[in-house]
């Protein structure tokens, strides 16, 4: 059993940064896969990024890459989503998950364990 608490989420002006945070509780942290996705109001849930159990790998989604970073730390049980040149579209919530799996994984039907979500609004 994994849990996951997100934080990090703010207000921010178009073109600044967040950094979220995303930590685990369990032994197995390192086992896991992880990944961020968000859900902006009236649409459905899409993938952000993953990052392998070991973060040697980690895989974007087009709309983020080149702007976002996604990292972890497997001796504190967190994974960071680090957020640049922030847009408006890039509002919403944001999930992390952990997957059952070693490597990174873009499907959400995957993932076994999810965080509450934080939330990220960016002003233009």
């Known amino acids: 059993q994994v849990q996951l608490v997100e934080s990090g989420g703010g207000l921010v002006q178009a073109g600044g940064s967040l950094r979220l945070s995303c930590a685990a509780s369990?032994?197995?942290?390192?086992?896991?896969?992880m990944g961020w996705f968000r859900q902006a109001p009236g649409k459905e849930r899409e993938f952000v990024t993953t990052?392998?159990?070991?973060?040697?790998?980690?895989y974007y989604a087009d709309s983020v890459k080149g702007r976002f970073t996604i990292s972890r730390d497997n001796v504190k049980n967190t994974v960071y989503l680090q957020m640049n040149s922030l847009k408006p579209e890039d509002t919403a919530i944001y999930y992390c998950?952990?997957?059952?799996?070693?490597?990174?994984?873009?499907?959400?039907?995957?993932?076994?364990?999810w965080g509450q979500g934080t939330q990220v609004t960016v002003s233009s």
């Open positions: 369990g032994r197995t942290f390192s086992s896991y896969g």
């Open positions: 990052i392998t159990a070991s973060g040697a790998n980690t």
């Open positions: 998950a952990a997957s059952g799996l070693r490597f990174g994984v873009t499907d959400a039907n995957k993932y076994a364990y």
